[in-house]
């Protein structure tokens, strides 16, 4: 099979758009796109610090290295690494050794911070102590804190994160599935800013995550490549099965998806506007109640369950 656009030897058939596609004419498709969304969704406005998600997987491994390639020459833009470690024997440990090694490489300034620095839990011991549970649900919020709270640390403007298309569309689709309009209205990429919340850009939001992978290959990018022993369990992984189902019988639903959130995000925001945001009463994050979630789930964590009488 040859590539469209030179002859040379395809290394992809674009699905979704039916081209082939050799490895220069690949990467650049994909750099393209990437470009086109830090454009649309950075204001580069005097100096801009940018704290860059990196977990050393794939996803956060591509979108460091393409935000440094598009931003890491210019004067007024600062990069740098922030990388949260979850408490996942076996997992997590060998991915930072990746993050570590691609700050190097690249002379990243790289920030960790680990959940039990943050909320006092390893997720190992979260597991353990509440084994019903779906991991995800405590590792969701806990990541969400730990990566504000470090973006805020090193004085960032906003937070990039590794979030491909399939992740974008299964959040799409797992709000729509639980109903909760207020978090659809609120999925980034984020234009306004709250106090206390740093916004998140998404660079890969259109770049699926086959491409993703594909490109960390074809470029030599270093990632881990291992599965957090959590993920079975994860609602996500059954969202990802029925979008995988639904793309291959009909190319181009991801990338329709997508748009329609694109379409319908300004009446969401419209209609859900951000609630105002107070600090909570134990650790200061911004939230919409007394407490924030996360500190709502340790004390659930931390309050004995009762004896049967
Ligand atoms: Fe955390 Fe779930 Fe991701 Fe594992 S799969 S790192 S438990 S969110
Ligand atoms: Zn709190």
Not at 216 to 245: H, Q, S, W
Not at 253 to 269: E, G, N, Q, W
């Amino acid at each position: 099979m040859n590539c469209d656009r030179c002859g040379g030897e395809a290394v992809i058939t674009v699905r979704y758009s039916g081209a082939h596609l050799c490895a220069p004419h690949f990467s650049s498709f994909v750099e393209k796109r990437v470009k086109r969304e830090i454009r649309r969704q950075l204001r580069l406005t005097g100096n801009t610090r940018i704290a860059c998600s990196l977990s050393g997987g794939k996803d956060s491994s591509v979108a460091t290295r393409l935000m440094h390639d598009v931003l890491g020459k210019r004067r007024d833009v600062e990069l740098v690494a922030v990388t949260v470690d979850e408490g996942i024997a076996g997992y997590r440990p060998s991915s930072i050794s990746f993050a570590e090694r691609m700050c190097r490489e690249l002379g990243l300034e790289h920030r960790i911070i680990t959940y039990k620095e943050l909320v006092g839990w390893e997720m190992d011991d979260v597991v353990q102590a509440d084994p019903e549970t779906i991991p995800c649900s405590y590792c969701g919020v806990f990541r969400r804190k730990a990566l504000n709270t470090l973006a805020r640390l090193v004085e960032a403007d906003y937070l990039s994160t590794g979030l491909n298309l399939d992740d974008t569309v299964q959040s799409f689709l797992m709000n729509l599935g639980r109903a909760d309009v207020d978090r659809l209205a609120r999925m980034g990429p984020h234009e306004s800013v709250q106090p206390g919340l740093v916004p998140r850009v998404q660079p890969l939001r259109t770049v699926p995550e086959k491409e993703v992978y594909l490109y960390a290959l074809l470029n030599g990018i270093p990632f881990d490549d291992g599965t957090c022993p959590y993920a079975e369990r994860a609602m996500r992984t059954k969202y990802r099965e029925v979008l995988y189902t639904l793309e291959h019988a009909s190319p181009g639903t991801r990338h329709a998806m997508l748009s329609t959130y694109d379409s319908l995000k300004p009446s969401l925001l419209d209609q859900h506007p951000p609630a105002k945001l107070s600090e909570c009463e134990r650790c200061g994050e911004p939230t919409r109640s007394e407490f924030c979630q996360s500190c709502k789930l340790i004390e659930q964590l931390e309050t004995p369950a009762p004896r049967p009488s």
